[in-house]
C-alpha cells in the first residue's frame, strides 16, 4: 500500500510503502488527529514514521502494490 503524507512548509512529501490495510491506514490518521499525538505508521521494511498531527497538510493512500518488474521488487 502506498502512502504518502504531505507536510505542511515544506516541498517534498513523504512516501512509503505499507502492508498495513486502507482501514489500518485511515484509523492512524483519524486517531492522530484526534488525539494531537503523533501519526504512527509502519512502512513495509518495519521502519517506522512518525509525523507530528499538528503539521500534516494530507495523507493520501493509494491502492495496494500489485507485482512489480525489476530490482526494485527485491
Known sequence: MEVKI?????SREITLDSDQSP????????SAFQSSGPLRLVDSKGSIVLVPSGALAYVEIGSPRKGGVGFGML
Open 6 to 10: 504531505g507536510v505542511q512548509n515544506t
Open 23 to 30: 482501514e489500518e491506514i485511515e484509523t492512524a490518521v483519524t
